[in-house]
């Protein structure tokens, strides 16, 4: 981007960051620690041109730091060492606990839709906790605990680092040797599992129920997508391109069940799927499941009628979407660590995935949206958002053609596999 600016993006990974939903709490915490103590660092650094943000996730952390290259290192370092050595103030560790356990509890407060979107992933991902899990986690998590938590954190990592943009080959390299030998020298580097996306059977047609204190509905469809790798995720990208402004048309427009009506691609770590999600004031779960269902089967018909010039007109504006030019180094930065989480290593994937979507004609859309959406063995996981004041649970009070009830996230995920490459 012809500016003398740089990115440093360091992810350190623990086995210890999400063994439980007490790890995950306590990641966060850890997080919210060391920034509170970099507070005295961060005026300064603006001002000459830096920045830094710590996230926690799911494995450990993630670190940025960005600006101005030539006093990048600085910065770094002194992220690096509050990472190493937390200042554990307790009146500070206890606004931080009070900030986190308002946040958390802020999910009884979140739409319908959201509260049937976020139970997807936590059916689905190892290792996943919810905010729910992690609010009951919240009162074992003391200033003790933490501090014990961090050297065992700090003990095994496995540290990626992407150096990027006005750099040297000498300097990436130059910081990766200065970390490793100054700020990692006592943890043991090591090679984590991935997290996984957990496979759906072929037919398994899966319902989970949560109550949520609103007075509108809200139902979430998911359709998981057989493999991973860039044909699936092309056509079910296509699917949802094709699909999405139809489907809102209907059941928005037409029907007017309600202002939230969407279809959008629904992909975890690659893997692809596909989600419709709707949240009315004046229908209820079932009959929403029922009017997409109707919707799924009444548009196969559109699907399979489509002109060839009209389906071209979809392939160019998902591909445009797909190889659209960072705007950012910034923006560059998040695309090129997307291929380095994969293992892509040619960083290549928008173009791998855009020649997969040219490849696709009407008849393999038309067989894709039968396999995902229609046939017996789509592998389908229905979410409903279900008003408190609802007089039973909705699962206990309909035989509906072989819906499988989930009450119980673990029992779910005990047993099953990873969905195959």
């Known amino acids: 981007f012809n500016v003398p600016r740089a990115t440093v993006r360091i992810a350190m990974r623990s086995p210890q960051a999400s ?14 620690m060391v920034e509170d103590q970099l507070t005295e660092y961060t005026y300064p650094a603006l001002l000459a ?33 509050a990472l190493r050595a937390p200042d554990f103030d307790a009146e500070r560790f206890d606004i931080a606990r009070t900030d986190l356990a308002r946040q958390l509890k802020n999910v009884e407060q979140e739409d319908p839709y959201d509260r049937s979107m976020a139970e997807i992933p936590r059916l689905l991902i190892v290792p996943y906790w919810s905010k ?31 150096a990027h943009g006005n750099l040297e080959r000498a300097d990436a390299l130059e910081i990766g040797d200065r970390l490793k ?24 047609n899966a319902v989970r129920e949560v109550r949520v204190p609103h007075t509108d509905s809200a139902v979430s469809i998911y359709n998981q997508g057989r493999q991973r790798g860039y044909e699936e995720r092309a056509r079910i990208g296509l699917l949802a391109q094709v699909v999405s402004s139809p489907f809102y048309q209907e059941l928005r427009t037409n029907q007017q069940l309600g202002y939230l009506v969407f279809a959008s691609p629904m992909p975890f770590l690659e893997v692809p799927g596909m989600a419709f999600v709707v949240q009315s004031p004046v229908a209820g779960p079932l009959q929403l499941e029922d009017r997409i269902a109707t919707f799924l089967q009444q548009y196969r018909e559109e699907l399979a009628a489509m002109s060839d010039e009209e389906l071209e007109r979809h392939k160019s504006g998902l591909i445009s979407r797909i190889l659209e ?41 038309v067989a894709a949206y039968d396999a995902l959406l229609l046939s017996r063995d789509r592998r389908t996981l229905v979410v409903r958002a279900v008003p ?24 779910f995920k005990r047993g099953r596999v990873a969905i195959a490459d």
């Open 19 to 32: 063994e439980t939903p007490l790890d995950q709490v306590l990641n966060k915490l850890y997080v919210r």
């Open 49 to 81: 041109g830096l920045s830094y943000e710590i996230s926690p996730s799911i494995t450990g952390l993630v670190m940025d730091v960005g600006g101005y290259n030539d006093k990048l290192d600085r910065l770094l370092e002194q992220v690096l060492l």
């Open 132 to 162: 729910e899990e992690q609010l009951e986690a919240l009162p074992a998590a003391d200033l003790e605990t933490l501090k014990a938590f961090v050297p065992d954190f700090l003990d095994k990592l496995e540290i990626e680092i992407l």
């Open 181 to 204: 030998t100054k700020l990692f020298a006592e943890s043991e580097l090591v090679e984590l599992d991935d997290p996984m996306v957990l496979a759906l059977s072929p037919g398994e």
């Open 325 to 365: 030019q960072s705007r950012t180094l910034a923006d560059e930065t998040g695309r090129l660590w997307t291929d380095i989480r994969f293992g892509h290593y040619d960083f290549d994937s928008p173009t791998q995935l855009a020649d997969a979507v040219r490849a696709i004609d009407k008849e393999q859309l």
């Open 388 to 411: 408190e004041q609802a007089v039973e649970r909705i699962t206990q009070s309909r035989a509906d053609g072989g819906l499988e009830p989930v009450t119980d996230a673990l029992a």
